[in-house]
């Protein structure tokens, strides 16, 4: 993992060169979306949906910077991602809570819409007290990780 904060991953078969799930927290600073960018983008790495999961980690960790408690200072963010090979990589983003206010209609696509759009299935659960929680599903059927096909 990186210096940016701490995280868990847990490998998947030794076919799958990816790990099944990952976890990693991050401070809640602007800069640590570009960190959480990347570590989405290297797990992800040759899978067809990495792009999309790149772009939904960076607008839901935007959000959590931009809108909720977790960017007031000491603030964190945590990313978990799961690995269902051949299936779908499934996304969460939570953060620390706070009021939720709909952004104002500007004629351009924001954070979760752009998240809804990409996603199979999307949501957010939680409570401003307890924190949010926003999550993607990226359907991706028949890809077996990049090692698949030399192991």
Known sequence: MTSAGSGLCRAGSAALALPRSCEHQFPARPEQVGAARQFVGGLLAGAPVADDAVLCVSELTGNCVSHSVSGHSGGTFTVRMELH????????????????FPCAQDGRVHGLEIVRRLASESGVAGSMFAGW?????????GWAGPDAASG
């Open 85 to 100: 090979s051949g299936d779908y990589v499934w996304l969460e983003v939570a953060d620390e809570g706070g009021p939720w």
């Open 133 to 141: 929680e926003a999550w993607a599903r990226l359907d991706w059927p």
